[in-house]
């Protein structure tokens, strides 16, 4: 089984239905999926960084990404609508929790001057975004194959949750958040 789902199942319930009160298993926040979106708006004026982004999701993600298409025409931007502007991947399930095992206890760990993530990155539903500048961190790059340095958006889906609540639920799952100005 994999290992943080093992940990969510038989830990992080117990403790977050006595933490908040919650009735049943099924009212506690869980993470429904993770999404790795790379915006390479310079796809328009060089073709390699398409495929670069595409090669490096596949490689870190182990599925096939999705191609991003413009919605809107931006002038300043040279962008058309129609053009492909990122990829993405969206995991679920297995995939999921075995990428959320390698971010927090790899990846994360390997950013350089890491103070901890930010607590200003829940929105009002209690999903969690982060953005990763450059993917030399991620043990599944071949670093001398790398052609361009790329950064991606990583957001967790999370369900029935607050904001305090799938705080509550990302520190069980270890990811290492900065201190607040009253905690020790």
């Known amino acids: 089984m994999v290992r943080l789902l093992d940990l969510y199942e038989n830990e992080i319930v117990g403790k977050m239905k006595e933490q908040f009160g919650y009735r049943n298993n099924y009212e506690v926040p869980k993470i429904d999926k993770i999404v790795l979106n790379m915006g390479l708006g310079k796809a328009s004026e060089n073709k390699r960084y398409l495929e670069e982004g595409v090669k490096l999701l596949s490689a870190i993600t182990g599925q096939h990404p999705v191609i991003t298409h413009a919605r809107k025409a931006v002038a300043g931007f040279k962008v058309r609508v ?13 995939k999921m929790y075995e990428f959320l095992d390698r971010l927090v206890s790899i990846v994360i760990p390997r950013f350089k001057d890491f103070q901890g993530l930010s607590l200003k990155s829940f929105d009002k539903q209690g999903n969690y975004s982060l953005g990763v500048e450059e993917q030399s961190a991620f043990t599944e790059i071949n670093h001398d194959e790398i052609e361009f340095k790329l950064g991606m958006d990583i957001c967790l889906t999370i369900s029935n949750g ?9 520190k069980l799952f270890g990811m290492p958040f900065k201190k607040a100005a009253g905690d020790k």
């Open 82 to 94: 129609g053009d492909k502007v990122g990829c993405k991947v969206t995991l679920r399930k297995k």
């Open 162 to 170: 607050s904001p305090n609540e799938s705080l509550e639920l990302l």
